[in-house]
């Protein structure tokens, strides 16, 4: 898979795991709404790590738990 669409699974898989909407998200996060929904839509090639530390910040978690994920293993991923 590409990178942006393990980006996207972790963080709908977190938003699921944490049971938040992806406005609670915003509301936490200060992330705007459309943005969340480009980056779990994969509309984006790549997310900037900014926003990505954003992310973990409304979702209570650090980029490396946010990484600690077998959608990140090299194998996963395509180049």
Request: aromatic share 8%.
């Given at each position: 898979?590409?990178?942006?669409?393990?980006v996207s699974r972790r963080l709908q898989g977190l938003?699921?795991?944490?049971?938040?909407t992806q406005y609670q998200l915003f509301m936490k996060s200060g992330v705007p709404?459309?943005?969340?929904?480009?980056?779990?839509?994969?509309?984006?090639?790549?997310?900037?790590?900014?926003?990505i530390h954003e992310i973990c910040q409304g979702?209570?978690?650090?980029?490396?738990?946010?990484?600690a994920s077998s959608y990140f293993d090299e194998n996963n991923l395509e180049d």
């Open positions: 898979m590409k990178l942006n669409e393990a938003l699921d795991e944490k049971q938040m709404k459309s943005t969340i929904g480009n980056v779990i839509n994969c509309s984006y090639d790549s997310v900037k790590l900014r926003i979702l209570g978690i650090s980029i490396t738990e946010f990484f």
